[in-house]
């Protein structure tokens, strides 16, 4: 099956500067790469994603990367806020043959005001 | 926030004993999932259902088990035969092939 890995697994940073949360994955056949936020003692919810036919999508302050050669992917949140303070987790998988999706550990964002 | 529900929100157990988490979703969603959430592990599948009456082991199957009759609700039964059932438990729900899961508020099982 699908391997996610996620680095770093705590990340501290200064309010207005960017973090940067990467992953990698092992099965080639993944075409879809979520990223979902969780507030401490809430639920995940989506915040971007991308397929594997794009390289990169922005929304405001966040965007995605996407290296299909390279099976990695990373997050990109730009003027961070303390509100950008969260877990982040990747994951990657193929839901239009109905399959799993694979989680990443998670980051733990400490935006420091 | 979603329209997926999980009860309780806290549960104690003793050792030996089985116990059921719900899990209703008024999404009309077709595909229901279970999740274990521990530190620093992420979130981990323990079984999902694409369609009612039809159910797959995830990663972590063992020492659980999971019924879908209806197409709203997807209870999970932690049994006694789970060596390490303490964790936080999350259910999801997605239409068959799409793309974001929608997460329920989560249900924290301590095993006393």
């Known amino acids: 099956g699908e391997n996610v890995e996620q680095h770093p697994s705590t990340l501290s940073v200064q309010e207005g500067d960017s973090a940067v949360i990467k992953c990698t994955y092992s099965?080639?056949?993944?075409?879809?790469f979520p990223w979902y936020k969780q507030e401490l003692g809430k639920r995940p919810q989506l915040i971007i994603d991308?397929?594997?036919?794009?390289g990169e999508k922005k929304d405001q302050r966040i965007a995605v990367t996407l290296n299909k050669t390279a099976k990695h992917f990373s997050l990109h949140i730009t003027e961070t806020q303390p509100e950008d303070s969260a877990v982040y987790f990747c994951?990657?998988?193929?839901?239009?043959?109905?399959?799993?999706?694979?989680f990443g550990t998670g980051t733990s964002l400490t935006v420091i005001p | 926030d979603g329209g997926i529900t999980q009860s309780p929100k806290y549960l104690f157990r003793k050792e030996g004993q089985n116990v059921t988490l719900s899990c209703e979703q008024n999404?009309?969603?077709?595909?229901m999932y279970w999740y274990r959430q521990d530190p620093g592990q992420g979130l981990r599948l323990i079984y999902y259902?694409?369609?009612?009456?039809?159910?797959q082991k995830g990663d972590i199957a063992e020492g659980y088990s999971v019924s879908r009759e209806k197409k709203e609700s997807f209870p999970l039964t932690v049994t006694s035969a789970q060596k390490n059932p303490t964790a936080f438990y999350l259910c999801?729900?997605?239409?068959?092939?799409?793309?974001?899961?929608?997460f329920g508020p989560g249900t924290r099982l301590t095993v006393l």
């Open positions: 999801a729900s997605s239409i068959f092939g799409g793309n974001e899961q929608f």
């Open positions: 099965d080639s056949a993944s075409n879809y």
């Open positions: 991308i397929r594997s036919n794009v």
């Open positions: 994951a990657a998988g193929t839901p239009n043959t109905g399959n799993q999706f694979y």
């Open positions: 999404l009309n969603h077709d595909a």
């Open positions: 259902s694409q369609i009612v009456n039809d159910f």
